[in-house]
């Protein structure tokens, strides 16, 4: 499981309220992403980190923020949570294999519902 | 990325192997066949990736046609926590930075049946 750990797995948060999502690795990875998975738009990329204060928007990064202090944890941050939030939101982490390959290991997952 | 083709649903009986087949006819020759599972409400799980060699690790095989248009993954031995969604992903290897986020289709539902 490459060491990643969601918190929380489940929450029910009303609309318009913030909801911070975390993503916890132990093994020193540089790379750290966030996605969402909905049913009919299978995964896609939030944000992603680079390093430690290096963070870059993904395909649907409107409406979320991340933030990255230190190398084992990554942040998103839904500023003012909508119902078309809801969603399951997965964390992975790259890890470089070999000189010319790597994969991506996913956390969980946290099953977020905005009322 | 290229893009795979994947039949939408197999099963398989417990005990025997599962084949589970992926075309990508449009793979160029600096992309990696990856494979993912995802279990019912559980996070995309890594299986194994390969360029053209076929690869085996403890979870299962890769098997590259010599065109590479085409791959099956073999778990030899299929149990009932083998029920999943498999998903067969082409993509460059490490490209040096990037958001590299990773695309899956629909994939194949897989049900392992007793």
């Known amino acids: 499981d490459a060491g990643i750990t969601q918190s929380p797995r489940h929450k029910v948060t009303e609309t318009g309220t913030p909801v911070t999502l975390r993503c916890h690795q132990t093994e020193n990875h540089r790379y750290m992403y966030w996605y969402r998975q909905d049913p009919g738009h299978g995964l896609r990329l939030i944000h992603y980190s680079y390093g430690v204060k290096d963070t870059d928007k993904g395909e649907v990064s409107d409406g979320y923020s991340v933030s990255r202090s230190k190398t084992e944890d990554f942040l998103l941050t839904l500023e003012s949570a909508t119902s078309s939030q809801t969603s399951v939101y997965f964390c992975a982490i790259r890890a470089f294999s070999g000189q010319s390959t790597d994969t991506q290991y996913f956390g969980p997952g946290t099953r977020l519902t905005v009322l | 990325d290229a893009k795979t083709t994947q039949p939408p649903s197999m099963d398989c009986a417990e005990g025997r192997a599962a084949n589970l087949p992926c075309n990508h006819s449009t793979i160029s020759g600096n992309e990696y066949v990856y494979w993912y599972r995802q279990i019912h409400s559980q996070g995309p799980q890594y299986i194994i990736h390969?360029?053209?060699n076929n690869e085996t690790n403890e979870m299962a095989s890769l098997i590259i046609t010599e065109d590479r248009k085409s791959s099956t993954l073999i778990l030899p031995h299929a149990t009932l926590r083998d029920t999943a969604v498999y998903y067969c992903i082409v993509r460059v290897g490490y490209s040096g930075g990037g958001a590299d986020g990773l695309t899956f289709g629909k994939g194949t539902h897989l049900i392992i049946q007793p």
């Open positions: 390969g360029l053209k």
